[in-house]
């Protein structure tokens, strides 16, 4: 049931047609019941006694009949369509819709390629099961139980055949449909497969070209594609066993009716007339029959598919912005401070990514982060953003609590360049654009030269250059400078980059940090591997295996700590021998 209100609801304005073609379909099929009414009595009376008039007066009715239900039949075939492809496009649109709202926690739940699936394949099986199952399963219910109606009053000895074969039938069809039904579920979890091989692989084609595996891809998805042919070979030929079952019950419906039915008029209690309009009652019931057959088995597909819909408009986001009464609507300062704060992606998860992590970030400062690979620096700057929540402790954000704020204006304060450089369909222009809808080319040509993309830029087109998809058309390097650019475009109080120039030479970084620099009260945050990142930067902070290490400058550290002092010799090569001044000294040769 909550299946079906789910449907009825998004329909939306599409209810009226969906009522419409229902009350068509009803009328359409009372007429076509009436005909063999008609017919039975154009065979008793006009046959029988040679009555023209009657016969030409039953058959123009007949005709009148089959015209109205044809004119009928194309009516609803415009409000089933305009119904079934607005349910479509409500569920595709709501799903896209929930999943923008998602969190990280709840993109973590589900595959990539699951997402795009239950928002393509699985809408489609909806849509066309609203599409070709709206007529039969309106139609064949009322036409089984119209028919019996007038089976019975025809004829009640003759109707008792249908009474000892739809019980079989019945039996039958929940048999199929018990044994079909985890057969669709096992179906599209393979479309899930061949979705994500593909997804991966052309995302990576590069790698696969490079590492030359194309053959081996080949067998990958062949692999998934063997799975999902099989998977469709057994669900759909188990689904067909409905139509020989359904056909020896016409069969031998029909054929009990002749021979009963034949009897009885030796007998003289059945009338020739009445045994034929019998007969189409026969096959009315059986075809009605094989149309609720296929409905059930198309809607037990199109269950398996609002399920799987139903499953992303039913998961709620696991971060949302306080209740408008309550929720900040500005970000005072750029002041970080964390308060014992503990961390891990899933609450099953046995340890920490985060443990007792504690510090204060002024308004206006750069601070710094190293730490080795896993220890935790990109979970440290996405909990700054809400891109997750703190397990346990506070993070505060211009001295409130990141949860207080509404999510937009904390977003909009925190400016952050991920690890993952993206960029998106579109010229440079529309890209930059991403950090604000309204720049205009001069503001944008400033967040360029700040980024120093204008380097480059004349290069590429200029604004209106294609970078191309997902930044093929340009280097690493210049994908990153792109995306700082596009950052620096929302004006952020506090601005992270999470080793986002890490492709770039150390001469450009060295003039980016420079250009940064001069921006005022813009707190900045830099995670990177290279010491000569952030050197300069007012406190570094060293991250190991989810701990705070170390924090100082970068004069403190190398004195103090082991782990910065390591760092520091393995990429400098001379942390034994310089004293603080010396080393801040070649840091900014290094620079």
């Not at 005909?35 to 009376?45: S, T």
């Not at 039953?58 to 015209?67: D, E, I, K, R, T």
């Not at 921006?519 to 830099?526: K, N, S």
Request: net charge negative; proline share 3%; charged share 20%.
């Amino acid at each position: 049931m909550n299946n079906l209100r789910r449907m009825i609801h998004y329909l939306g304005i599409y209810k009226f047609d969906a009522v419409l073609g229902i009350l068509i379909v009803a009328i359409e099929t009372s007429i076509e019941l009436f005909i063999p009414v008609l017919m039975a009595r154009i065979i008793d009376e006009g046959i029988a006694h040679a009555d023209i008039p009657l016969i030409l007066h039953q058959g123009a009715l007949m005709l009148a009949c089959a015209v109205t239900s044809l004119a009928l039949g194309f009516f609803y075939a415009r409000f089933a369509s305009s119904a079934s492809v607005g349910l479509g496009a409500n569920l595709r649109q709501a799903e896209y819709e929930k999943i923008q709202r998602y969190a990280f926690g709840n993109l973590d739940h589900y595959q990539t390629s699951s997402l795009v699936t239950r928002m393509t394949t699985d809408i489609t099986v909806i849509q066309n099961a609203m599409a070709n199952g709206f007529r039969p399963c309106v139609r064949g219910p009322m036409m089984l139980i119209m028919s019996l109606v007038y089976a019975f009053s025809l004829n009640r000895d003759l109707a008792m055949v249908f009474v000892c074969i739809l019980p079989v039938l019945a039996v039958a069809l929940g048999v199929i449909t018990w044994r079909v039904s985890p057969l669709y579920q096992r179906l599209q979890t393979s479309m899930d497969h061949v979705n994500r091989v593909v997804q991966e692989n052309l995302t990576a084609v590069r790698a696969v070209k490079a590492y030359v595996r194309e053959p081996q891809q080949c067998d990958v998805f062949g692999s998934v594609n063997s799975e999902l042919a099989q998977g469709a070979t057994k669900t759909f030929g188990t689904a067909q066993f409905n139509l020989p079952v359904f056909q020896a019950a016409i069969y031998t419906a029909a054929t009990l009716v002749l021979w009963v039915g034949g009897q009885m008029i030796c007998a003289n209690t059945l009338t020739v007339g009445e045994l034929t309009g019998f007969m189409s009652y026969v096959l009315q019931v059986m075809n009605s029959l094989m149309m609720i057959s296929n409905v059930f088995l198309l809607l037990t597909r199109a269950l398996t598919s609002v399920e799987r819909v139903g499953e992303i408009l039913d998961e709620e986001p696991l971060i949302a912005s306080p209740a408008t009464a309550r929720a900040l609507t500005a970000v005072p300062d750029g002041s970080v401070s964390f308060r014992d704060v503990t961390f891990k992606y899933r609450a099953e998860a046995e340890e920490d990514v985060l443990e007792g992590i504690s510090f204060d970030i002024a308004s206006g400062s750069t601070v710094g982060i190293l730490g080795s690979t896993g220890a935790g620096k990109s979970s440290l700057v996405q909990l700054i953003a809400r891109l997750y929540d703190a397990t346990a402790g506070e993070v505060l954000v211009g001295g409130h609590d990141v949860r207080e704020y509404d999510l937009a204006v904390l977003r909009d304060a925190v400016g952050v360049v991920l690890q993952k450089n993206v960029l998106f369909t579109g010229t440079v222009r529309d890209n930059l654009r991403w950090g604000n809808a309204k720049a205009t080319d001069e503001e944008l040509l400033e967040a360029c030269r700040l980024a120093c993309v204008d380097e480059f830029l004349d290069r590429i087109g200029g604004l209106d250059g294609d970078p191309g998809q997902g930044g093929a058309g340009v280097s690493g390097g210049q994908k990153q400078r792109l995306c700082i650019a596009r950052a620096l475009l929302k004006r952020p109080r506090i601005l992270i980059f999470d080793d986002s120039t890490s492709a770039v030479d150390m001469a450009t970084e060295a003039k980016i940090r420079a250009n940064l620099a001069s921006i005022p009260g813009v707190t900045c945050i830099i995670i990177a591997q290279r010491i000569t990142s952030v050197m300069d930067a007012d406190e570094i902070i060293v991250l190991d295996d989810g701990h705070l290490h170390a924090r100082g400058t970068h004069a403190e550290l190398l004195e103090t700590d082991a782990i910065y002092q390591e760092i520091y010799a393995s990429q400098v090569g001379h942390a034994d021998k310089a004293t603080p001044d010396d080393s801040l000294r070649g840091g900014e040769a290094h620079a």
